[in-house]
């Protein structure tokens, strides 16, 4: 007779379908190796092609953590064509799991909870806003109080440095490279460290290994938010960063249209297939209104960042607003929270940075604990 426990679990898998297959998960094959221990610890291995939807490894984690008598719940993703993904659950404030992608040769994640909460900001396309939103966020939670840390991996398009009004050499001291400090935020930025003009015509190898370099040979210190400003889409970098350390999330910054919302949804899907938790949707550049007479024009669309929110199932963070200014700021080295902070950019901003604090609630990772 079977456990019932077990046989809740299997129950649960069956009530999960692939719309792609037309299959529940157990009819689909797609479910392997499962085992049920009688404190409740639920392993198996997942079989998820690229075409299969990436939601279906969280919508199966939720079901199964949701019964009763099931105290955990490890997922084993493997692509059936030979790429796998350690699946493990969301990061919490008492274990971390191992990212991994497929990629052959990476190093395991370093183990660094003095960089505390690790926050990567991405976009799916170029021209979003994404540096803005980094560098903004970064120096808001640090006038709250924060120790925040900013590492630049766009290594192809670094713009950290003109932001922060920052184009010093770094120093090196005991073997260590000392980030720069503007605004209470540290930097790091492979601006830092080549010519402003020089083109950066590198492949994936390389790109690792600075980003390697950029988390192990840099002092940080002891670190409340590392924020990673991350190039847009789906790359090396992003593939390197979760290889090289414990992600507890993403925030993906949008601009409201269609095209953008799509390549968007891309880059969330990027991040469930590495088992990243997107921590919520912020919608960038989403309308001008007047402060002469209060009209609101939507030169991009409207609606896109809450929309994708509501699909993906990630908290909807807050619209940015058009602003006059906000670029020459930017090119000045004077982030608009610093510059105007009581404007609608800056206020919106300053709320991101609130509730990214409240969702993460101030954690810390601690050690990932590597299953044997």
């Given at each position: 007779?079977p456990?019932?426990?077990?046989?809740?679990?299997?129950?649960?898998?069956?009530?999960?379908?692939?719309?792609?297959?037309?299959?529940?998960?157990?009819?689909?094959?797609?479910?392997r190796?499962?085992?049920?221990?009688p404190?409740g610890r639920?392993?198996?291995?997942?079989?998820?092609?690229?075409?299969?939807?990436?939601?279906?490894?969280r919508?199966t984690?939720?079901?199964?953590?949701?019964?009763?008598?099931?105290?955990?719940?490890?997922?084993?993703v493997?692509?059936?064509?030979?790429?796998a993904?350690?699946?493990h659950?969301?990061?919490?404030?008492?274990a971390?799991?191992?990212?991994?992608?497929?990629?052959?040769?990476?190093?395991?994640?370093i183990?660094?909870?003095?960089?505390?909460t690790?926050?990567?900001?991405?976009s799916?396309k170029?021209?979003v806003?994404?540096?803005t939103v980094?560098?903004?966020?970064?120096v808001a939670?640090?006038?709250?109080?924060?120790?925040?840390?900013?590492?630049?991996?766009?290594?192809?398009?670094?713009?950290?440095?003109?932001?922060f009004?920052?184009?010093?050499?770094?120093l090196?001291a005991?073997?260590?490279?000392?980030?720069?400090?503007?605004?209470?935020?540290?930097?790091?930025?492979?601006?830092?460290?080549v010519?402003?003009?020089?083109?950066?015509?590198?492949r994936?190898?390389?790109?690792?290994?600075?980003?390697?370099?950029?988390?192990?040979?840099?002092?940080?210190?002891?670190?409340?938010?590392?924020?990673?400003?991350?190039?847009?889409?789906?790359?090396?970098?992003q593939?390197?960063?979760?290889?090289?350390?414990?992600?507890?999330g993403?925030?993906?910054?949008?601009?409201p249209?269609e095209?953008?919302v799509?390549?968007?949804?891309?880059?969330v899907k990027?991040?469930?297939?590495?088992?990243?938790?997107?921590?919520?949707?912020?919608?960038?550049?989403?309308?001008?209104?007047?402060p002469?007479?209060?009209?609101?024009?939507?030169f991009f669309?409207s609606?896109?960042?809450?929309r994708l929110?509501?699909?993906?199932?990630?908290?909807?963070?807050?619209?940015?607003?058009?602003?006059p200014?906000?670029?020459?700021?930017?090119d000045?080295?004077?982030?608009?929270?610093?510059?105007?902070?009581?404007?609608?950019?800056?206020r919106?901003?300053?709320g991101?940075?609130?509730?990214?604090?409240?969702?993460?609630?101030?954690?810390?990772?601690?050690?990932p604990?590597?299953?044997?």
């Open positions: 007779m456990d019932p426990l077990e046989a809740r679990v299997a129950t649960a898998l069956s009530h999960i379908k692939n719309p792609r297959l037309d299959k529940d998960l157990l009819s689909a094959g797609m479910i190796d499962l085992a049920v221990t404190d639920v392993t198996f291995t997942f079989l998820l092609g690229r075409a299969d939807p990436a939601t279906l490894v919508e984690r939720t079901a199964l953590k949701a019964i009763e008598g099931v105290s955990e719940v490890k997922i084993n493997v692509d059936p064509a030979g790429a993904t350690a699946s659950g969301p990061p919490g404030p008492t971390a799991m191992p990212q991994s992608t497929g990629m052959p040769g990476p190093a395991p994640p183990e660094s909870p003095a960089l505390g690790v926050l990567a900001v991405s799916g170029g021209g806003g994404k540096s980094a560098a903004n966020l970064a939670l640090a006038r709250d109080g924060k120790r925040v840390g900013l590492m630049d991996a766009d290594i192809y398009g670094p713009n950290i440095p003109r932001m009004g920052v184009y010093d050499k770094p090196v005991g073997g260590r490279i000392q980030p720069l400090e503007a605004h209470g935020v540290k930097l790091m930025s492979i601006g830092f460290l010519d402003r003009d020089a083109a950066a015509i590198w994936g190898p390389i790109i690792m290994k600075v980003i390697q370099q950029f988390l192990r040979d840099v002092e940080w210190g002891e670190l409340d938010y590392f924020i990673v400003d991350l190039p847009p889409g789906t790359g090396d970098a593939l390197s960063l979760v290889q090289s350390v414990q992600v507890a993403a925030l993906i910054v949008t601009t249209q095209m953008a799509g390549d968007a949804l891309r880059g990027m991040f469930e297939r590495v088992n990243v938790p997107v921590v919520g949707i912020i919608e960038n550049m989403s309308g001008y209104t007047d002469e007479t209060g009209r609101r024009t939507e669309s609606g896109g960042g809450s929110a509501g699909e993906v199932g990630a908290p909807f963070l807050g619209e940015i607003p058009l602003q200014g906000l670029a020459n700021h930017a000045r080295g004077e982030p608009i929270v610093v510059a105007a902070p009581e404007s609608p950019a800056a919106a901003l300053g991101v940075a609130r509730q990214v604090a409240r969702l993460m609630g101030g954690r810390t990772l601690k050690l604990i590597i299953n044997q």
